[in-house]
């Protein structure tokens, strides 16, 4: 049951107190998704005014960015740069990623983060800006790739679609696939995406542009 709920504003303790609205918001976006999440629903379940969880977040949004970052399970998927060769790094961080999405742990919560994404889009946003900017940007930054801000996108804009697709819509055979060929599977698209070319070369010279065509008249 809900603590009962204190008048007065601020309590004691006002990081105990901010982390224990935090673990209500969790609980509310796990079971409610973000549209049934409110900021009174939120209090009540952590014992505060309202105005409380205003002052310390904002707004939904700005209470739904904290949850989300408070102590993610795939902020560990930036150690994965220092634990081995980087030329194998996209089929091991592809394993690690699939393993936690299918940790009876660490998987609900992230199923319930992405499900609370899409019935949102601002939601959405926060969820693809943290994937980029607070995982995939500092592995790219940590095995020193070019254009890092690119590459953290693409990756992580990569495995939150794939995730979508086998965890959530669970779509044909993506979502059947062993969670070995998966990972065997998308591998290569992430190591092509930290450390590949990422362009192809220019057509710029092969297109006739005026003045060759004037060469020929």
């Given at each position: ?197 990422l362009r192809g070369p220019s057509t710029t010279g092969s ?11």
């Amino acid at each position: 049951m809900p603590r009962q709920q204190r008048a007065g504003g601020r309590r004691p303790g006002a990081t105990r107190t901010r982390e224990e609205i935090l673990e209500a918001a969790q609980r509310s976006f796990a079971d409610s998704g973000y549209d049934g999440t409110t900021i009174r629903g939120v209090a009540r379940e952590a014992g505060v005014d309202p105005a409380l969880v205003l002052q310390f977040f904002g707004s939904k949004d700005g209470l739904f960015d904290a949850a989300l970052r408070a102590d993610p399970p795939v902020r560990d998927l930036v150690t994965l740069a220092g634990e081995g060769e980087v030329a194998d790094l996209g089929v091991r961080l592809a394993r690690r990623y699939l393993e936690l999405w299918e940790d009876p742990h660490s998987g609900p919560r992230m199923l319930a983060v992405v499900r609370a994404a899409a019935a949102a889009p601002s939601a959405s946003a926060m969820v693809t800006a943290f994937m980029t900017d607070a995982v995939m940007l500092p592995l790219a930054k940590a095995i020193d790739a070019d254009e890092p801000e690119l590459r953290a996108a693409l990756a992580g804009a990569y495995l939150l679609g794939v995730a979508t697709a086998r965890y959530v819509l669970r779509i044909g055979p993506l979502a059947s696939l062993s969670r070995q060929d998966a990972a065997s599977v998308l591998g290569p698209v992430v190591q092509h995406h930290l450390t590949g070319q990422l362009r192809g070369p220019s057509t710029t010279g092969s297109r006739m542009g005026p003045s060759v065509m004037s060469e020929g008249v």
